[in-house]
């Protein structure tokens, strides 16, 4: 008797933010053919119906109650009952008698059943990765053990850190027959960066014959959070790199090749300027109460002895990332600015992996977070990650003002690495890189773009910052990121039920 559907697609009034500057025209081929055939499957539905956006009310709108109906109903009751006073015949009562059964069970029944529902829901995980997928367990339950009828629920959760509001919903129709609770499982595939939070589910109780429909909105509230980071296909992680958890794990490039050449250029870019924060591990003959963390376990395999590494300054090696946040920049281009976060939590991942010492200043106006020195535990970044998923792309103002304010610790020797869309702000990037050499620091700029070659003036602006002693280096939005998020019914074991 179950009959599920699912709507389960992004729910947007909007179409998804644009495609920027292209110079290469095959470029949308490309992404298309890399995002998947059975994902395009999946979103053709939201496709045709971009510009009429589905919301609750409208939801509610398909399951009514009809009140015509109900009237000549009515009426007919009204007339049998006059008959029966006036004739008392069995054809008036037979009638009289068919109707009072209809009003029973395509009115009093779903108004009973109504009464007392209540709610819960298992999230599978409240914290997972760009691209992750979520199962989610709803359990309803009523109070009275109502027949004939049938239940339609509709849960819906909406991104708080998207400048849209991007919105994931999911429905399901069954008939709960003789039971009072019932479970109901999905999964939501292809997760965006940001906080997800769950305020309440719709339920709508109606009759067999279509009469009636009573809707409720139960409160449920949960949430889960989306971190930051640059999806890859079917590349796995080591979780021992991170404390033990895959979540926060760095990607191993021994795991395998990424279908995507630049974005593995970028990583490569991203890794090589983590790395250059300092003067690179030295080593020295082990002493007693070193860290077996910091020990040479190459050089002891050669059979050279224990020596332990240190970095040649003997202190602390200070990288800086800063994430820029204004809002002209992105141009409510949601995927641009997770792709923008996504390259930054790369960074600040390796630099935690590497040792260093890590300051994240959250945009325009943000607070600066610090991370402590050689901490390459989960706990070490969770906070910098969690901060990073709630980001919005909202800052005003330049970053060079903000990022002078906020890093009052800046030391001699550290590096500066800035994550923007912004390339058009090159003044901007100026007063921060004259700030930066004032304290003998190194800048580097990492610019997102939808751009596949950058055009003419962008590369006039590279010539220009680097002309001044900025190196920059152009990153690019994934094409796994411009798949759209869907509900999908069932969980992880749905398929082998």
Aim: proline share 4%; glycine share 10%; with cysteine.
């Amino acid at each position: 008797m179950n009959a599920p559907f699912q709507d389960g697609l992004l729910q947007s009034g909007e179409q998804e933010d644009g495609i920027a500057e292209s110079i290469n025209p095959q470029a949308e081929s490309m992404k298309d053919q890399c995002a998947g055939a059975g994902v395009q499957t999946r979103a053709a539905a939201a496709q045709m119906n971009k510009n009429e956006p589905v919301t609750e009310e409208r939801n509610a709108r398909g399951y009514r109650t009809r009140w015509l109906a109900w009237a000549i109903i009515g009426a007919g009751w009204i007339g049998c009952a006059a008959a029966i006073l006036l004739r008392g015949g069995a054809v008036e009562w037979f009638m009289a008698a068919v109707l009072t059964m209809i009003m029973a069970v395509s009115g009093l029944a779903p108004a009973m059943a109504a009464a007392g529902f209540s709610a819960a829901r298992v999230l599978s995980q409240e914290l997972t990765r760009e691209g992750g997928q979520l199962v989610i367990s709803l359990t309803l339950k009523r109070s009275f053990l109502i027949p004939f009828v049938w239940i339609a629920v509709h849960d819906e959760t909406m991104n708080e850190s998207s400048a849209a509001n991007r919105k994931i919903s999911i429905r399901t129709v069954f008939t709960p027959a003789l039971r009072k609770e019932t479970t109901y499982r999905y999964t939501l595939h292809k997760l965006r960066r940001g906080r997800h939070p769950f305020e309440h589910v719709t339920v709508t109780v109606g009759d067999w014959l279509g009469l009636t429909a009573i809707h409720k909105r139960v409160k449920c509230k949960s949430e889960f959070i989306v971190l930051p980071g640059i999806p890859q296909a079917e590349i796995g992680t080591k979780a021992e790199r991170a404390g033990g958890a895959a979540i926060y794990a760095v990607p191993s490039p021994l795991t395998g090749e990424a279908l995507d050449r630049r974005g593995e250029a970028g990583r490569e870019e991203i890794e090589a300027a983590v790395r250059a924060a300092g003067m690179g591990p030295d080593s020295r003959p082990y002493r007693e109460g070193d860290s077996l963390r910091h020990l040479d376990w190459r050089s002891a395999a050669k059979g050279r002895g224990l020596h332990t590494k240190v970095y040649t300054p003997e202190q602390p090696v200070q990288t800086f990332i800063a994430v820029d946040t204004l809002a002209s920049a992105y141009d409510k281009d949601d995927r641009l600015f997770d792709a923008c976060v996504g390259w930054a939590a790369l960074a600040v991942t390796k630099a935690a992996w590497l040792g260093s010492g890590v300051t994240l200043l959250l945009g325009q106006g943000g607070q600066a977070i610090q991370s402590p020195v050689d901490d390459r535990t989960e706990d070490g970044i969770s906070g910098m990650l969690h901060a990073m998923a709630l980001l919005r792309a909202e800052g005003k103002g330049s970053l060079a003002g903000s990022f002078v304010r906020g890093s009052k610790m800046l030391t001699r020797g550290c590096t500066i690495l800035v994550f923007t869309a912004d390339w058009r702000g090159g003044r901007s990037w100026g007063e921060l890189a004259g700030y930066a050499a004032e304290h003998g620091c190194r800048l580097e700029l990492f610019i997102v773009t939808r751009s596949n070659i950058p055009s003419f003036a962008m590369r006039e602006q590279q010539k220009w910052l680097e002309s001044g002693g900025v190196k920059l280096t152009w990153l690019h939005v994934p094409a796994s990121m411009a798949a759209l998020p869907y509900a999908e019914e069932g969980g992880e074991a749905h398929e082998f039920a």
